[in-house]
Nanobody, 131 residues
């Protein structure tokens, strides 16, 4: 069992920056090593969509085309956290951002499979970008 807790987010103007963090707890670190973690987002009236993913061990990140070059995902294995640095924000980035963990996350993201397949979710944090 993995518990995810997001922090950060808030309100920014278009062109501005915000950062999100997600702390993982509950399972042993040896289990974490089999996971990938990432971020999804859901805007009002829209489906939840993938944003970015990172492998817990080794290298490897993956981004949605809509955020590539603007968002950066990183991890701190010592603190069991991942972060999402969001730059050059646009009004269309406005959404509730959810932290996710699943060993299949890269496959789900790359093959655009159902987001409901993800095993673990955080509670979500609001990001609002004004024009």
């Amino acid at each position: 069992q993995v518990e995810l807790a997001e922090s950060g987010g808030g309100l920014a103007q278009a062109g501005g920056s915000l950062s999100l963090s997600c702390a993982a707890s509950g399972d042993s670190i040896s289990t974490y090593l089999t996971y990938a973690m990432g971020w999804f987002r859901q805007a009002p009236g829209k489906e939840r969509e993938f944003v970015a993913a990172i492998r817990w061990s080794g290298s490897g990140t993956f981004y949605a085309d809509s955020v590539k070059g603007r968002f950066t995902i990183s991890r701190d294995t010592a603190k069991n956290t991942i972060s999402l640095e969001m730059n050059d924000l646009k009004p269309e980035d406005t959404a509730v951002y959810y932290c996710a963990a699943d060993g299949r996350l890269f496959t789900i993201a790359i093959q655009k499979l159902e987001w409901q397949m993800i095993d673990y979710w955080g509670q979500g944090t609001q990001v609002t970008v004004s024009s």
